[in-house]
């Protein structure tokens, strides 16, 4: 393996490099906790909301909901795709008519 200093045509010479170059990194998490201690403080320590316990019946009804909806989604997406067709025969129709009055 060829170092970089060897080769001197993949070495870039100071003329062609950047002359300068800044890297903003925002610093998210603690942006997201002094919005939390803001929060907290706000509304008081005895009034935060209690974290939500997912059963397996709230689970399963979930699922069953979602089910659904994609079912019903499929149904659909059935019904455009025939519709397309019917629109494209219709259209192959009206060429083949419009050929035949030429």
Do not use: C
Request: hydrophobic share 35%; proline share 3%.
């Amino acid at each position: 393996m060829r170092s970089l200093e060897n080769n001197g045509n993949n070495v870039l010479e100071a003329e062609n490099r950047v002359p300068s170059l800044s890297i903003v990194i925002d610093d998210f998490d603690s942006l997201k906790e002094a919005n939390n201690k803001e929060q907290k403080i706000g509304q008081g320590s005895g009034n935060a909301a209690p974290p939500r316990i997912y059963t397996r019946s709230f689970s399963d009804a979930s699922i069953k909901k979602i089910l659904e909806e994609a079912e019903q989604r499929k149904h659909e997406f059935w019904k455009l795709l025939d519709e397309h067709t019917a629109v494209i025969e219709n259209l192959k129709r009206i060429e083949k008519f419009e050929h035949k009055i030429i």
